[in-house]
């Protein structure tokens, strides 16, 4: 079953936006790659959040692999 969490992002410390956007490419890391459709620089995302949102599918993409 799908679900929704809508969050404003302008009212989150680094941190908290770190962990949601970690938690979302959870979510999305089979959905997303380098041949696939990736999320675009909405919602606010700057470089910091697509670097560790990059990071971090990297690390579940090796784990994949393993």
């Known amino acids: ?3 929704s969490t809508f969050v404003n992002t302008k009212l989150l410390s680094a941190l ?3 962990r949601v956007s970690r ?3 959870r979510v999305m ?4 790659g380098h041949q696939t ?3 675009g620089p909405d919602m606010y995302t700057n470089e ?3 670097g560790k949102s990059q990071l971090n599918f990297l690390t579940i ?3 994949l692999l393993s």
């Open 1 to 3: 079953m799908a679900s």
């Open 16 to 18: 908290k936006l770190e």
């Open 23 to 25: 938690s979302n490419v």
């Open 29 to 32: 890391a089979g959905l997303i």
């Open 37 to 39: 459709d990736i999320p």
């Open 48 to 50: 910091r959040v697509k």
């Open 61 to 63: 993409f090796k784990k």
